[in-house]
């Protein structure tokens, strides 16, 4: 399959998008997992994107379509893609239109996680992820707890709070999301591969999506 997942940061998409993988061996794509490991790494990549993460701003368009355009070549997405966290904004969709006419593929849904505001901020706030970057499982500190002193259950990294969650980079992140990625919601309903969600379930979130894709 490939999907786009839409949705305000701690909307779900990274939890879907695990769980979808597990189910017809898609991967899952995720530019702030990519741009994360890069800032970890100190590469050029995340040197310049380091001080736009941190502040809840986005990476420019242009770096992240390099980044994209690399990664949907490489061999394993021929199974198909989910792509968690892009496009973000116009130019970004505009692009990857381009793009996947290129490579001759085309999108069979585009899944739109609608989650209120409130539940967004708790989510975030007692959000907790695997520190190991081949793992960052994602913890909820209420509803999906780490281990007691605070490791990943299944690699036994710290899991930890993410330096874009605090309550200044959270606040950034929801009216930068608003701005600039809200208007793909529009975008893709005109393209006709819009499925709107708002269930708060990820399990049942994966069972629409599969009916969608049917
Ligand atoms: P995420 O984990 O998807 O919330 O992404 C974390 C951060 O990475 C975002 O707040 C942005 O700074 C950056 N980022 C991730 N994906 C994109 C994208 N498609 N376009 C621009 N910036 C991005």
Request: with cysteine; aromatic share 4%; hydrophobic share 35%.
């Amino acid at each position: 399959m490939r999907i786009v997942l839409l949705g305000a940061p701690g909307a779900g998409k990274g939890t879907v998008a695990k769980l979808l993988t597990d189910y017809d061996g898609s991967v899952q794509i995720s530019t702030g997992d990519i741009l994360r490991n890069a800032v970890k790494a100190k590469t050029k990549l995340g040197l310049e994107a380091q001080g736009y993460m941190e502040r809840g701003e986005l990476v420019p368009d242009k770096l992240i379509m390099d980044i994209m355009e690399a990664r949907l070549r490489e061999p394993d997405c021929g199974e198909g893609f989910i792509l968690d966290g892009f496009p973000r904004t116009i130019p970004q969709a505009e692009a990857l239109r381009e793009l996947l006419k290129k490579l001759s593929l085309k999108v069979d849904v585009v899944v739109n996680l609608d989650v209120p505001k409130e539940v967004i901020l708790d989510r975030l706030t007692t959000r907790r992820t695997c520190s190991n970057p081949d793992c960052q499982e994602i913890y909820n500190i209420k509803s999906k707890p780490p281990t007691p002193d605070g490791k990943c259950i299944k690699c036994g990294s710290p899991a930890v709070q993410r330096a874009d969650e605090t309550v200044e980079a959270i606040t950034k992140r929801l009216e930068t999301y608003n701005e600039k990625t809200t208007p793909l919601i529009d975008f893709y309903r005109k393209e006709g591969l819009l499925k709107s969600i708002s269930s708060l379930s990820s399990e049942e979130i994966v069972s629409q999506i599969k009916v969608a894709i049917k």
